[in-house]
């Protein structure tokens, strides 16, 4: 096993606020950071290979051990069950995952549907409510669903509430609250116990 720590990142919204936590635990992270395509960039002074995956797929890299460590959403977290250690919660992206749909209706009675990108946890959640739904799996732009009668409900992430708003739904409830996490993969953990130990105490010292 080489000495240098890769560490998955999630691309998008995640990344400013991930980078910026990181150069406040005095990482220095070069400019190509702030604007580039590249998928993988190489910081050999800090002994860091940086991946970028979508959100959803951090957990993978983790698991699968071609990134030693990881930040990842509390959201893909609870939805993934990923065989990864959670050691961190580095506060970052604060967002929570709710119920909502178009105003003042109610549920079909009879075989009420339910839109969302986290199937395994709206399934879970509508479980613990006793009530029996149909999940229906989107990839994204969610709040199309109830609006066209894909759906009675969706499951999703609210983060200024703004997307809610522009297209006319209400929020019903508030499932969780989420924060991006600092994960591992446990045999790296084994074998770059150092590397990894000195890192969460970076970065937990600037949380
Ligand atoms: C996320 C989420 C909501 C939106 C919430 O979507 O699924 O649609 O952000 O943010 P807001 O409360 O600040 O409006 P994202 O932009 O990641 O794209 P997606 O539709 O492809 O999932």
New binding site residues.
């Given amino acids: 096993m080489s000495n240098i720590l890769t560490i998955a990142m999630p691309k998008?919204?995640i990344f400013e606020e991930a980078v910026e936590l990181l150069r406040k635990a005095d990482y220095k992270l070069p400019p190509e950071f702030d604007d580039s395509r590249k998928l993988i960039i190489d910081v050999a002074e800090e002994g860091l290979r940086f991946i970028l995956a979508k959100p959803m797929d951090v957990a993978t890299y983790v698991e699968h051990g071609v990134a030693d460590v990881g930040i990842a959403g509390k959201d893909v977290l609870l939805e993934e069950e990923r065989d990864v250690y959670e050691l961190l919660d580095l506060k970052i992206s604060h967002?929570y995952l709710a119920v909502a749909g178009l105003p003042d209706t109610k549920m079909n009675e009879v075989a009420p549907r339910v839109a969302t990108?986290y199937p395994n946890v709206a399934e879970a959640y509508f479980r613990e409510q006793g009530e029996q739904v149909e999940i229906i799996k989107l990839?994204?732009?969610?709040?199309l669903a109830p609006i066209i009668g894909l759906s009675d409900r969706i499951v999703?992430?609210?983060?200024?509430?703004?997307?809610?708003k522009?297209n006319g739904l209400s929020e019903y409830e508030r499932i969780i609250n989420v924060t991006s996490r600092f994960i591992v993969n446990p045999v790296s953990y084994r074998m770059k116990d150092k590397q990894i130990d000195e890192m969460v105490t970076r970065l937990s010292e600037v949380v």
Avoid at 139 to 143: H, K, Q, R, W, Y
Avoid at 156 to 164: A, F, K, N, P, Q
């Fill in positions: 998008g919204r967002c990108k990839n994204g732009s969610i709040e999703d992430i609210v983060s200024t509430g703004r997307t809610l522009e």
